[in-house]
Nanobody
Framework: QVQLVESGGGLVQPGGSLRLSCVAS????????MRWYRQAPGKERELVAG????????NYADSVKGRFTISRDNAKNTLYLQMNSLKPEDTAVYYC????????WGQGTQVTVSS
């Protein structure tokens, strides 16, 4: 059974940091590129960042470039998203995504940036 389980979300003040984790099971995590998406209330789901199989190639949405860092630990089947200098507009549910044809999704973790 495939599972992607996100954690690490929460309430943080503007300018703060959070690190999201996504633990994968039920498929060969190390064989697939992975992505983080987010969805804010009333908005479409947005691609935030992507990472290649070995982690050597990463890409980011312009809105998070320079503030967020995607990484992975294939030995731990875990995907990460380090989020710094958080802004209220980063408030959203964050999802990890991957597997063949990017068909697997986690349940999401809520990130709220507010004073």
């Amino acid at each position: 059974q495939v599972q992607l389980v996100e954690s690490g979300g929460g309430l943080v003040q503007p300018g703060g940091s959070l690190r999201l984790s996504c633990v994968a099971s039920g498929f060969t995590f190390s064989s697939f590129a992975m992505r983080w998406y987010r969805q804010a209330p009333g908005k479409e789901r947005e691609l935030v960042a992507g990472i290649s199989v070995a982690g050597g190639i990463v890409n980011y949405a312009d809105s998070v470039k320079g503030r967020f860092t995607i990484s992975r630990d294939n030995a731990k089947n875990t995907l990460y998203l380090q989020m710094n200098s958080l802004k209220p507009e980063d408030t959203a549910v964050y999802y990890c995504n991957g597997g063949g044809a990017y068909k697997y999704w986690g349940q999401g973790t809520q990130v709220t940036v507010s004073s």
